[in-house]
């Protein structure tokens, strides 16, 4: 099976900082991938599609890349309502496989 | 809107059963794939199941496979998982997602979960 592995576990970052977490497939997945945020109590919300097309409605500053094993999910600029864990997944077979999750905290 | 209503949740022993239910509404629901994700107090996403737009197939993680089932009703735009022979370990928050395609991508849309409790 294919193991998606997420870095940092955690990371503390300022308001206005460029934040970035990594997801990375133990194979190749195309584009295969997703990224959720999920706010401390409440539903995952879909943020990004095929590596690094945005949702609808999800701000510009949040941005994805990458192609294959290696993922990168950008903020340009942390708002204080970005305080969130970040999941990737991937959805290129009939195994659907979360990361094991990015808590991002405001300092 | 997409709405998704999950229910069934409970508290039950080892070893016991239940059946989640979700409902849906604001889309096709025959249009698209369904799945069920869970999220166990205070860990991350666990994908579980997911079923095609018509029910044809059906696809279990193998930590569920064998115990629990994935099905659909789609003249009554409900969703179910029929969990047996239930763990300590299942105890989580179950949400049901609505499928961005009708074979199977990514979840788009989430209910707000039902809590299934194992205790003895």
């Known amino acids: 099976d294919v193991q998606m592995t997420q870095s940092p576990s955690s990371l503390s970052a300022s308001v206005g900082d460029r934040v970035t977490i990594t997801c990375r497939a133990s194979q190749g997945i195309s584009n295969y991938l997703a990224w959720y945020q999920q706010k401390p109590g409440k539903v995952p919300k879909l943020l990004i599609y095929a590596a690094s097309t ?4 999800v701000p510009s500053r949040f941005s994805g890349s990458g192609f294959g094993t290696d993922f ?3 903020i340009s600029s ?4 970005d305080a969130a864990t970040y999941y990737c997944q991937k959805y290129n077979s009939a195994l659907w496989t979360f990361g094991q999750g990015t808590k991002v905290e405001l300092k | 809107q997409v709405q998704l209503v999950e229910s069934g949740g409970g508290v ?3 070893g016991g059963s239940l059946r989640l239910s979700c409902t849906a509404s604001g889309f ?3 249009d698209y794939g369904m799945q069920w994700v869970r999220q166990a107090p205070g860990k991350g996403l666990e994908w579980v199941a997911f079923i095609r737009y018509d029910g044809s197939n059906t696809y279990h993680a193998d930590s569920v496979k064998g115990r629990f089932t994935i099905s659909r009703d789609n003249s009554k735009n409900t969703l179910y998982l029929q969990l047996n022979s239930l763990r300590l370990e299942d105890t989580a928050v179950y949400y049901c997602a609505k499928d961005a395609s009708a074979g199977g991508s990514y979840p788009e849309y989430w209910g707000q979960g039902t809590l299934v409790t194992v205790s003895s």
């Not at chain 1, 942390?78 to 309502?81: A, F, G, R």
């Open chain 2, 28 to 30: 096709i629901f025959s």
């Open chain 2, 12 to 14: 039950v022993q080892p």
């Open chain 1, 54 to 57: 945005l949702q609808s409605g």
């Open chain 1, 72 to 74: 990168t999910l950008t």
């Open chain 1, 78 to 81: 942390l708002q204080p309502e």
